[in-house]
């Protein structure tokens, strides 16, 4: 298939199209051993050899994308040591291994991306580009609206501050409360510990949307693979596209 150089090096997760367009301006990739300085030069990803500096650049054919409904009670990890259920098992054998994108804890379940685009993979993880996640849960109690405006502003945990919440009461009653929380940071059970610090416990917690991405129609326990569109819009987010 014919496409721009600088789309097929973003494409296969090396960095974004302007820089891109820098690295081929400066000399630094070579295609079919010749050396391409022309912005928009075209290449066709099938038949055409490309090296960036002196090492050669594998096509995005060897990228996989997924996007898993997790349910809760199994670990995010490729393999655990005391045999308990990792999500791996909900997923088919494959020639390339893929790595989950961030964390779910045990008891929590919902959308989880997985793939082998390192770059992409980084920057989805990172604060710098302030990816956002929504969630729902369950919380024990009827959180007071001043416990909830801690929450939203940020709240310290281990000496560091939590970035900004967003958050919305669904539906609450004296025994439990439902509420859509969207934060861009992910840090180790990040929301249970939130809503523990000021004292409401989370019982159930979903994620349903990350950068953008839905789980649709997908039911708890099965994947499917990302579309070229979906694929493309996770790389805009975070300066890939």
Known sequence: ???RLNKFLSRAGITSRREADKMIAEGRVKVNGEVIQILGYKIDDEKDCVDLDGKRVKSDKG??????NKPSGYLVTLKDPFKRPTIMSLLPQ?????FPVGRLDFD???LLILTNDGELAYRLMHPRYKVRKEYLLTVKGKPDPSSLSIIKKGIYLNGKKTAPAKITQIASSQKRSHLRVEIYEGRKRELR???EATGYR???LKRIK???LTLGKLKKGEWRYLTRKE???LRRKVGLG
């Open 210 to 212: 990350f950068a953008g």
């Open 231 to 233: 694929i493309d819009l």
């Open 108 to 110: 929590s379940e919902g």
């Open 94 to 98: 494959m020639k390339r291994r893929v």
């Open 1 to 3: 298939m014919q496409l």
């Open 202 to 204: 989370v019982m159930k």
């Open 63 to 68: 990228l996989t994308y997924l996007l898993l």
């Open 193 to 195: 510990r939130m809503f």
